[in-house]
């Protein structure tokens, strides 16, 4: 024999009990299969499942884990100090320029600065330590890992530094460097430089500008 199907009032009963805020409730379709549905979207045919109280199941969340819960602090004193690590991470220098520019050189400068800031207060904790003759070990290791780690940082910033250097030889110093050259060939002109005297004084630079001084251009940028 099939299931015996509930009059409509009956099922309008049976909806009307189901728990506020329900996200799914467990059905029997008319293929006899064995599922959830969310209440908007029972069938006709549907025969919702129901506990030994005659209290429709379901389940008052979707199956999963919540992505990150939103925690309510516990009293107002956590509140405040909520609000006021917000704030001190907001104006953090390095946040700030990772923020807005993550590329820019100053963001490992930024670093080697903070770095420097830890392990100058771990010297100073150490120092009371060894004042009070307490243990100073764990301090130590605290203040050489973060010299280690300002040091690593600061060689990262010279090969940086050192990498930063005008490319002379791309299209777009060239054409710099020649719109530079144009003007001051028209600021010749416009001295009453006479036009043999320039072109001479251009063909003397072109004899100049070497090799030899490319090499040093690169080393007078690299030394900024």
Sequence with gaps: MGRRSKSAQERSALIDKIPEGAKLVSVVTENGEKKYRPPADLADTDEIQVNKNGIP??????????????VEPANAFVAELIRRKDEAIKADPIIAAARDKPDDPD?????????????????FERAEAERKGEETSG??????NALKALAET???????????????????????????????KEAMLSCGVRGEM?????????????????????????NV
């Design 139 to 144: 301090l130590s290791l605290r203040r050489i």
């Design 57 to 70: 199941i379901v389940m008052m969340a979707h199956p999963g884990r919540t992505k990150n819960p939103k």
């Design 107 to 123: 963001v490992l400068q930024q670093v080697i600065v903070a770095f420097g800031e830890e392990a100058a207060s771990i010297g």
């Design 198 to 222: 320039v072109e001479t004084v251009f063909a003397k630079l072109a004899q100049m500008m070497n090799g030899e001084w490319e090499n040093e251009a690169k080393n007078r940028m690299k």
């Design 154 to 184: 600061w060689l990262r910033r010279r090969e940086q530094m050192a990498s930063k250097g005008i490319d002379i030889d791309s299209p777009s110093f060239k054409a710099m460097f020649g719109f530079i050259m144009d003007t001051f």
